[in-house]
């Protein structure tokens, strides 16, 4: 708790209150531990009277009353309500406060370009008193001061001599130096902010990082054990493709929901489903015979067994005869439709001869 700096102190009541870092840094207030020493009325009222810094009435009330509560919390106090600020309130601080440095900027450059509105070329003939032309010549006779009856210039608006009016030149270098200064703070709240954005992207891009306290938080009795946990870790970002879920308040019930779509997915990788076989035979395979006496091959010549000395070897019968045509497939259809027409015609005689002998 006493570690705590004054920055992450301020940044509890407001990311307005941030900018009196420095008040209280220069004081010796540097952390929550000093805090707790301060006299709330009369080192305040000291500290920014030394600063020349005019508190409003509604922060100082904001500030002494955090004061007041962070006396009476105890350092060993779990219970302190006051936490380490996250990176998201941290650049929001940071943008703010570039925002302010710039209308301070702004203003600065507008009140530094009216001052230089006002100069004009330098005239040698003007009166080092009164610096207005005409008479400085004529008071200067015989080597003598300038014994010049006019009122003294009083301001550079009205003669615009730059090198007559020593207080300008300070005021013209005061205000070009608080220029540079408020774009230094510009720059250097910059390259913060793009350091803690750049952070957080690849934070948030970083999968095991960003998931592991998620993770952890959805059962914290199992993810006791780290092996349990950088496996799960590993699960989900292949389950995930790598990209870290949104939060929606209901990590436990999807990140369960993954890790169960990825244990199924594992089980049907290494061990496939089996289908039930149903042999479709014989309508798609042939008959197992077939295939066997087509694959194998027939001996020429039967083998001769014998049993008691009698022989039993089995013998081929002779196949019957392949007559081959030397006709045309032509010729042998006009063959064909010519015995067809004399059968006809011999079937029409008998026919004939029977009725007559009837």
Not at 131 to 156: F, L, M, Q, R, V
Not at 218 to 227: C, H, S, V, W
Not at 268 to 282: A, I, K, N, V
Not at 296 to 302: A, G, L, V
């Amino acid at each position: 708790m006493d570690d705590l700096s004054v920055e992450e102190f301020l940044m509890q009541i407001g990311s307005g209150f941030t900018e009196f870092a420095s008040v209280f840094r220069s004081n010796g207030f540097d952390t929550i531990g000093s805090l707790r020493c301060i006299d709330v009325d009369e080192d305040l009222n000291q500290m920014f009277q030394q600063a020349n810094i005019q508190l409003l009435l509604g922060r100082r009330r904001q500030l002494q009353n955090a004061l007041k509560n962070l006396k009476d919390i105890s350092p060993n106090n779990s219970q302190m309500g006051l936490q380490k600020p996250s990176l998201n309130n941290i650049v929001e601080s940071s943008k703010e406060s570039v925002k302010k440095i710039q209308r301070k900027l702004t203003l600065a450059e507008a009140e530094y370009s009216t001052i230089i509105l006002s100069e004009r070329e330098k005239d040698g003939r003007r009166c080092t008193n009164c610096h207005k032309t005409g008479h400085k010549a004529d008071n200067n006779k015989n080597n003598k001061s300038c014994k010049c009856t006019n009122y003294p210039c009083a301001s550079i608006h009205l003669c615009g001599q730059a090198d007559k009016h020593p207080e300008y030149l300070q005021e013209k270098k005061t205000k070009q130096r608080e220029i540079l200064q408020l774009k230094q703070k510009i720059r250097k709240l910059d390259e913060e902010k793009n350091q803690l954005e750049s952070f957080m992207g690849v934070k948030k891009t970083d999968f095991m990082s960003s998931m592991r306290s998620r993770l952890r938080q959805t059962n914290p009795t199992k993810y006791q054990d780290g092996a349990k946990l950088m496996k799960d870790l590993h699960s989900l970002k292949i389950g995930y493709n790598g990209v870290v879920p949104e939060d929606r308040g209901n990590d436990y019930v999807d990140f369960k929901h993954k890790l169960d779509e990825m244990a199924n997915r594992s089980k049907e990788q290494f061990y496939p489903q089996m289908m039930p076989y149903f042999p479709s035979y014989p309508w798609q395979y042939p008959p197992p015979f077939q295939s066997m006496s087509t694959h194998t091959s027939t001996p020429t010549s039967p083998a001769p067994t014998s049993v008691f000395g009698n022989d039993i070897s089995v013998k081929r019968e002779p196949s019957a005869p392949v007559h081959t045509h030397t006709k045309s497939s032509m010729d042998l259809l006009a063959d064909a439709a010519l015995k067809c027409a004399t059968g006809i015609e011999s079937f029409d005689t008998d026919c004939d001869a029977d009725d007559e002998s009837d």
